[in-house]
C-alpha cells in the first residue's frame, strides 16, 4: 500500500526567512512524488515531482525538495519565503492512475 | 499548450435534483482524466478516472457517475443529489511537466464547488 504523511497541518514562517513543508511516504519499490500546492478556491498546482536522479527537485516558483531515502521524506523548501506564498501544500505519491495526496499543509507567511 | 476547463465554477442545488459537471481539456489528444472530490478544503479523494471514450473506472461507489463521450470531454453526474455531496470537484489530465517528461504528472482544472442545501 501506498501512503503519503504530511506531520503538520499549518506551518508559520515569517517573510524572507526559510520555509519547510513536511512529507513523509510509505511506499514499496521506487516512489513517485509530487508536490502541489493549492490557492483558495482554485484547483491544485503542480510545483515539482521526483522520479528518480538527483536527490534535489527544483520546481516553479523557487521551490525545491529533497528526497531523502533512509528517512522516507519528501520535504518541500524554499530559502525565502514571500507573502504570496501562503497557501495549501500538498505531497503526492503514486503512479498515473492511482495517485494518493497528504491531507495538506496550511503555509502561513506572515509580513 | 493544454487547459483544463470545468463549469461551472459555483453550483447550488437542492437535495433529490440531479447534476451534471463537465471537464474538457484542450491542446492534447487521448488523455487520462480523473474527478476529485476534496471535502473541508483538505484531502482529496479520486472518484473516477478514465484511460478513453466510454472507459470508467470507479474508485468509490457512491452516488454519483462519469462519462467520457468524446476524447477530451468528461462528465460528472448524479440522478438524485445527498447533503454528502458537497464539495469541491476537480478535474484532473495526465500530462508531461517539459518535453522531456515521460507524462506521468496529473494537472488540475480550477474546480466546481458544489453546496448541496
Known amino acids: 500500500a501506498q501512503s503519503v504523511a504530511q506531520p503538520e497541518d499549518q506551518v508559520n514562517v515569517a517573510e524572507g526567512n526559510p520555509l519547510t513543508v513536511k512529507c513523509t511516504y510509505s511506499v514499496s519499490g521506487n516512489p513517485y512524488l509530487f508536490w502541489y500546492v493549492q490557492y483558495p478556491n482554485r484547483g491544485l498546482q503542480f510545483l515539482l515531482k521526483?522520479?528518480?536522479?538527483?536527490?534535489l527537485v527544483k520546481g516553479s516558483y523557487g521551490f525545491e525538495a529533497e528526497f531523502n531515502k533512509s528517512q522516507t521524506s519528501f520535504h518541500l523548501k524554499k530559502p525565502s519565503a514571500l507573502v504570496s506564498d501562503s497557501a495549501l501544500y500538498f505531497c503526492?505519491?503514486?503512479?498515473?492512475?492511482?495517485?494518493?495526496f497528504g491531507t495538506g499543509t496550511r503555509l502561513t507567511v506572515i509580513p | 499548450s493544454q487547459t483544463i476547463h470545468q463549469w461551472p465554477a459555483t453550483l447550488v442545488q437542492p437535495v433529490g435534483s440531479p447534476l451534471s459537471l463537465e471537464c474538457t481539456v484542450e491542446g492534447t489528444s487521448n488523455p487520462n482524466l480523473y474527478w476529485y472530490r476534496q471535502a473541508a478544503g483538505r484531502g482529496l479523494q479520486l472518484l473516477f478516472y478514465?484511460?478513453?471514450?466510454?472507459?470508467i473506472s470507479s474508485e468509490v461507489p457512491q452516488n454519483l457517475s462519469a462519462s467520457r463521450p468524446q476524447d477530451r470531454q468528461f462528465i460528472l453526474s448524479s440522478k438524485k443529489l445527498l447533503l454528502s455531496d458537497s464539495g469541491f470537484y476537480l478535474c484532473?489530465?495526465?500530462?508531461?511537466?517539459?518535453?522531456?517528461?515521460?507524462?506521468?504528472?496529473?494537472?488540475f482544472g480550477p474546480g466546481t464547488r458544489l453546496t448541496v442545501l
Open positions: 503526492a505519491s503514486g503512479g498515473a492512475n492511482n495517485l494518493f
Open positions: 478514465s484511460v478513453g471514450i466510454g472507459q
Open positions: 521526483y522520479i528518480t536522479g538527483d536527490n
Open positions: 484532473a489530465w495526465l500530462g508531461a511537466a517539459d518535453t522531456k517528461d515521460i507524462g506521468d504528472t496529473q494537472y
